[in-house]
C-alpha cells in the first residue's frame, strides 16, 4: 500500500491510500483540489464528499464512489463548495474549489467493490459517511468516522463537527465492531495496527460528554480547558498547536456542545 501525505502550507492535511485490487489501483481520500497531483490510479474511493477529503477527485477524472445520496453533490460541487465557505471560511479556500465530476458512483451500506472492498455506511462526522473495509489486507479506512490519529503525539480526538449526533456516531462505531481488522487506516494521519484504537476512542467519546453535559452552555475555550483535564490527548493536541490540528479539534467541541445543548 502506498501512503501519500498531502501538505498544506507545510502542515500535515490529509492522507491517501493507494493500493491494487483485482488489477485496479484505488485511492482512498486523495485530498483536496488546491493539493491535487496527477495519480497513476483508476478509481476513487471517498469516505465523505467534505472537501479536504474528496475535493481533487473530479480533477482526477476516474470513477469515483460515495454514498449514493450525496451523488448529486460531487457531479456539480458547486452548492458544495458555497455551503463549505460559510461554514469553513478561509479554510474552505485553502482547500479549493472541487471541479464537476461525471464519472462519480453511488454505493449503499453493504455493497462490494472490485470483490474485495467493502463499503458501510457510517454516518455520525457526515450523514454520507462511508468506511472501507478492505478483505485481502485486513485493514479498514475509517475516514473520519473514528477521530483524528497523530502517531506522533500518541493521541486520538474526536472528529464531531455540528451537526453531531451522539447515538448514531456511536452506533457507526459499533457496526465495524465485529469486523476482523488488522491494520486501520485514519486519513488524519496513518494507519495503525493497534485495532483497539477504535474501542478506546468509544470510550473517550463518552468522556468528553461527561465532561461536556456538566455544563453544556461553556464556550469553546472554557470546554477546552475542561477537557484538557480529563483527557491527556486534548492537553497535548493543545501544546502542540498548529492551524489545521486546533482547527479539528475546536470545530469537534463545537460539536458536542451544540448536541448537548440541543439535547438539553
Given at each position: 500500500?502506498?501512503?501519500?501525505?498531502?501538505?498544506l502550507?507545510g502542515?500535515?492535511?490529509?492522507?491517501a491510500?493507494?493500493f491494487?485490487?483485482g488489477?485496479?489501483?484505488?485511492?482512498?481520500?486523495?485530498g483536496?483540489?488546491?493539493?491535487?497531483?496527477?495519480?497513476?490510479?483508476?478509481?476513487v474511493?471517498?469516505?465523505?464528499i467534505?472537501?479536504?477529503h474528496?475535493?481533487s477527485?473530479?480533477?482526477?477524472?476516474?470513477?469515483?464512489?460515495?454514498?449514493e445520496?450525496?451523488?448529486?453533490?460531487v457531479?456539480?460541487?458547486s452548492?458544495l463548495?458555497?455551503?463549505?465557505?460559510?461554514?469553513?471560511?478561509?479554510?474552505a479556500e485553502?482547500?479549493?474549489?472541487?471541479?464537476?465530476?461525471?464519472?462519480?458512483?453511488?454505493?449503499a451500506?453493504?455493497?462490494r467493490?472490485?470483490?474485495?472492498?467493502?463499503?458501510?455506511?457510517?454516518?455520525?462526522?457526515a450523514?454520507?459517511?462511508?468506511m472501507?473495509y478492505y478483505?485481502?489486507?485486513k485493514?479498514?479506512?475509517?475516514?473520519?468516522?473514528?477521530?483524528?490519529?497523530?502517531?506522533e503525539?500518541?493521541v486520538?480526538?474526536?472528529t464531531?463537527?455540528?451537526?453531531?449526533?451522539?447515538?448514531?456516531?456511536?452506533?457507526?462505531?459499533?457496526?465495524?465492531?465485529?469486523?476482523?481488522?488488522?491494520?486501520i487506516?485514519?486519513?488524519h494521519y496513518?494507519?495503525?495496527?493497534?485495532?483497539?484504537?477504535?474501542?478506546?476512542?468509544r470510550?473517550?467519546v463518552?468522556?468528553?460528554v461527561?465532561?461536556?453535559?456538566?455544563?453544556p452552555?461553556?464556550?469553546?475555550?472554557?470546554?477546552?480547558?475542561?477537557?484538557?483535564?480529563a483527557?491527556?490527548?486534548v492537553?497535548?493536541?493543545?501544546?502542540?498547536?498548529?492551524?489545521?490540528?486546533d482547527f479539528?479539534?475546536?470545530?469537534?467541541?463545537?460539536g458536542?456542545?451544540?448536541?448537548?445543548?440541543?439535547?438539553?
Open positions: 500500500m502506498e501512503v501519500i501525505v498531502k501538505r502550507e502542515v500535515p492535511l490529509v492522507t491510500y493507494v491494487e485490487v488489477g485496479v489501483r484505488v485511492v482512498v481520500d486523495p483536496p483540489a488546491s493539493l491535487f497531483e496527477p495519480m497513476d490510479v483508476d478509481a474511493l471517498c469516505t465523505h467534505h472537501l479536504d474528496c475535493g477527485a473530479g480533477h482526477l477524472g476516474k470513477p469515483t464512489y460515495v454514498h445520496r450525496y451523488t448529486r453533490h457531479a456539480d460541487p452548492k463548495y458555497e455551503s463549505s465557505r460559510a461554514v469553513l471560511g478561509v479554510f485553502k482547500f479549493g474549489q472541487p471541479r464537476p465530476n461525471e464519472a462519480v458512483m453511488g454505493v451500506d453493504g455493497t467493490l472490485f470483490d474485495a472492498v467493502d463499503a458501510i455506511h457510517t454516518p455520525g462526522h450523514p454520507h459517511h462511508v472501507y478483505r485481502d489486507e485493514a479498514l479506512f475509517v475516514g473520519d468516522g473514528a477521530g483524528v490519529h497523530i502517531p503525539l500518541g486520538v480526538v474526536p464531531t463537527p455540528p451537526p453531531f449526533k451522539l447515538d448514531v456516531y456511536l452506533q457507526s462505531l459499533d457496526k465495524v465492531r465485529g469486523l476482523d481488522v488488522e491494520k487506516c485514519f486519513p496513518h494507519c495503525t495496527h493497534n485495532v483497539e484504537i477504535l474501542e478506546r476512542h470510550e473517550q463518552r468522556a468528553w461527561e465532561v461536556l453535559q456538566q455544563n452552555h461553556m464556550d469553546v475555550e472554557e470546554a477546552l480547558r475542561a477537557l484538557a483535564k483527557d491527556e490527548n492537553e497535548k493536541v493543545l501544546a502542540a498547536g498548529g492551524l489545521y490540528l479539528y479539534l475546536r470545530f469537534s467541541v463545537l458536542f456542545l451544540d448536541y448537548l445543548r440541543g439535547r438539553g
